[in-house]
């Protein structure tokens, strides 16, 4: 209770300076301040953070994590930050230390980006394997989804898309070893509207999302979007 009334009178802080937020025009809370916002984002980012990967190799695999140019000729990556410190850090307490205000905020940060492209059908969290999810109590991709819907009002398909398969860490293997980890991880028991938007905390490969797309791709989506928080460039 007296939580609640804590949020609602105090303001809301940007997430990395704690400087206190003007409320936006149309009222949606920020995560983080224009200065950080800036700060965060170096201009070679910002050109990137919408850019399209095609598959696009002669051996029909495509660099998107062996997905087959048949099922997805693009996908469009969006996301709000590089994966980096301080936004790096945040992203650890969102998903770690169960810090879901930390989440939101960096969702709200995502769905700032996301206004500018066409709104898919429906977005679809990347669905952790049963025993992490008790294991964390909750899937970040959901929460982000979740808040992204405030602005986005687009349906969540979350029921009978699941992970099969217990991937272990991914951390230290190269892009090769992510993709034959992850490959059949995901099945679909439902039909797929035509045009999703697969929601991620960070991509890096693209390996899993590869992956999440050829089993949406077999029950009918077409096109696809990948919305992230944080984009991570393997060096
Ligand atoms: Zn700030």
């Given at each position: 209770m007296l939580r609640s009334i804590v949020q609602i009178v105090a303001p809301r802080l940007c997430l990395i300076c704690e400087v206190a937020l003007t409320t936006t025009g149309d009222q949606r809370p920020a995560g983080v301040c224009d200065l950080c916002r800036e700060r965060l984002v170096a201009p070679g980012d910002r050109e990137r953070s919408s850019h399209t990967c095609r598959?696009?190799?002669?051996?029909?695999?495509?660099?998107?994590?062996?997905?087959?140019a048949q099922h997805s000729p693009a996908m469009t990556v969006v996301f709000a930050f590089s994966y980096r410190p301080p936004v790096q850090n945040l992203i650890k307490d969102f998903k770690f230390r169960g810090r879901l205000d930390v989440g939101a905020g960096l969702a709200d940060e995502l769905a700032r980006v996301v206004t500018s492209h066409p709104n898919p059908d429906a977005m679809v969290p990347v669905p952790l394997h049963p025993r992490r999810l008790r294991e964390r109590g909750f899937n970040q991709a959901t929460e982000i989804a979740k808040r992204l819907q405030i602005a986005k009002k687009l349906p969540i398909l979350i029921n009978n898309?699941?992970?099969?398969?217990?991937?272990?860490?991914?951390?230290?293997?190269?892009t090769k070893a992510r993709a034959r980890n992850v490959a059949g991880a995901f099945s679909v028991e439902r039909s797929i509207p035509p045009h999703v938007a697969i929601i991620d905390d960070v991509i890096t490969s693209g390996a899993t999302t590869g992956a999440l797309m050829t089993a949406l791709g077999r029950r009918g989506a077409r096109r696809f979007q990948v919305w992230a928080l944080a984009h991570a460039v393997i060096r």
């Open positions: 598959a696009e190799s002669t051996d029909g695999q495509s660099a998107i994590g062996g997905l087959s898309i699941q992970r099969n398969t217990w991937l272990g860490p991914q951390t230290g293997l190269d």
